[in-house]
């Protein structure tokens, strides 16, 4: 049964995220809340403008602000240069990890030629194929699967129902969220007019692999698609969001984060510390530059160049997408309005004569 983490001192909270305490260091802090749902013994953070009003009401005992904020009378503020991350930090420190206890459970199928490290935890319903391996501190859920001659590194999470199908590489410090699967086939079919049983799609084989470098964190029901020959590759430290869609040979690099329902078609290539929003859908064959980012729903349709935002479908920079929007809200005006002048123009014409 999960215990309520024990109080710490506020003095030592604000040591913990090098902040500058404006109140009392010895007031006992049993925990961390959203500015309005915080109460007495709670910490909270004020890191945006718009929720001026929330802080001023909140009723928290302490909160991580911004170094400029000033004192306030009733609560303390703990000044750091990053409320949000902050925050964070302190909800590791009442929330640590709790891993399940190392080693092989009851119910777990592990082939006499897998390798798992001794410090590794793999629970019922497991599964380990031959010559696969999983390294230390990772952990394998019920229904993980890991295929032949695949690998898992250290300290790595698999939660239930993730596939790690064979001869992939996942690296270390990897979260592989529910039912999320690295390696199924790429989606990959060359036209034959004249197949045996008639015209047909047929299927190229998928002989890749994906590799999945360190710090990498997956959403559920996210898929990740083995390459046609070669490897598909999610960089380091890269953020893929629930349900997102990354085809063969796609290289994603360092630092990416990719949000809900954004799809990647194969060999497009994502670069370092890019942001694709929600729903976006990225083209094959294309480069999205280093630090770039794309707004929700935007079709990407050609290269994106280094550091440039871009929105729309298709795609084009973010600041001629705003104007093209504002615009299009009077499009029906002026549609009326020039249906109008040319009506006064054929009068005119008529009055005139031949």
């Known amino acids: 049964m999960k215990t309520s983490p024990a109080p710490r001192r506020l003095g030592e909270l604000a040591a913990l995220v090098g902040g500058e305490l404006l109140g009392d260091p010895e007031q006992l802090i049993h925990g961390l809340n959203g500015l309005e749902e915080a109460g007495p013994g709670d910490v909270s953070f004020y890191g945006n403008t718009r929720y001026r009003r929330q802080f ?33 930090r302190l909800l590791r420190v009442f929330h640590p990890d709790v891993r399940p206890a190392p080693g092989i459970r009851p119910g777990a ?86 197949g045996e049983q008639g015209p047909q799609h047929f299927k190229i084989p998928q002989v890749g692999i994906v590799r999945i470098e360190d710090d990498v964190e997956v959403g559920a029901c996210t898929c990740i698609d083995r390459a046609t020959v070669g490897e598909t590759v999610v960089g380091r430290g890269t953020k893929l969001d629930n349900l997102v869609q990354i085809a063969h040979n796609v290289r994603v690099g360092p630092l990416a984060l990719i949000c809900a329902q954004a799809g990647v078609s194969g060999s497009a290539e994502v670069g370092t510390g890019v942001v694709l929003a929600g729903q976006v859908g990225v083209v094959g064959h294309i480069r999205v530059g280093d630090l770039a980012k794309v707004g929700a729903q935007s079709g990407v349709a050609h290269d994106v160049p280094d550091g440039q935002i871009v929105s729309g479908s298709p795609a084009i920079p973010h600041r001629e997408w705003l104007r093209a929007s504002a615009a299009s809200g009077q499009v029906a005006d002026l549609l009326k309005e020039m249906r109008a002048l040319r009506k006064r123009v054929e009068q005119l014409e008529k009055e005139k004569g031949p």
């Not at 909140?58 to 949000?84: D, F, K, M």
């Not at 391996?133 to 890991?146: I, M």
């Open 109 to 194: 199928w592990v082939h006499p030629e897998a390798t798992v490290h001794p410090e590794a935890s793999v629970l019922a319903g497991a599964t380990v194929e031959a010559g696969a391996k999983v390294g230390a501190r990772s952990v394998l859920y019920p229904g993980a699967y890991v295929g032949e001659h695949a690998s898992v590194g250290e300290d790595s999470v698999l939660h239930p129902n993730v596939t790690v199908r064979e001869r992939c590489v996942v690296g270390s410090r990897v979260i592989l969220h529910a039912s999320s699967v690295v390696g199924a086939d790429g989606f990959g079919f060359a036209f034959d007019p004249e």
């Open 56 to 88: 001023e009401a909140s009723r928290a005992s302490a909160v991580l602000v911004g170094t400029s904020e000033p004192a306030r009378e009733g609560v303390a503020l703990v000044r750091v240069s990053n409320p949000h991350l902050a925050y964070a």
